[in-house]
């Protein structure tokens, strides 16, 4: 079984910094592909605020560009996310996102991670 465990959410105010973690698991994990964090905000939908593959290429929501960084460590499948100069604006549900291959099978399996809250107050 895989889980995507998320942690490093809260309230902060509007100019501080968070930072989210997520770690995959499970020993059927063969690899992990790309890691994303979305995003989703009452009353909209999900939106993609950052990713990263593999091999380090990183992309970014418009919203976020120059503020929030996305980094990971391999060796124990999890993915980082640093959020600088928050505004109220970000605050939403931030869902971490992982395509992973398993053992002893073929394709991608995309699993996501239950949620960490992230307010942030003007």
């Known amino acids: 079984q895989v889980q995507l465990v998320e942690s490093g959410g809260g309230l902060v105010q509007a100019g501080g910094s968070l930072r989210l973690s997520c770690a995959a698991s499970?020993?059927?994990?063969?690899?992990?592909?790309?890691m994303d964090w979305y995003r989703q905000a009452p009353g909209k939908q999900r939106e993609l605020v950052a990713g990263?593959?593999?091999?380090?290429?990183?992309n970014y929501g418009d919203s976020v560009k120059g503020r929030f960084t996305i980094s990971r460590e391999n060796g124990n499948n999890t993915v980082y996310l640093q959020m600088n100069s928050l505004q109220p604006d970000d605050t939403a549900v931030y869902y971490c996102n992982a395509g992973i291959v398993l053992r002893e099978t073929i394709g991608l399996n995309i699993y996501w991670g239950q949620g960490t809250q992230v307010t942030v107050s003007s």
């Open positions: 990263i593959t593999s091999g380090g290429s990183t």
């Open positions: 499970g020993r059927s994990i063969f690899r992990v592909n790309t």
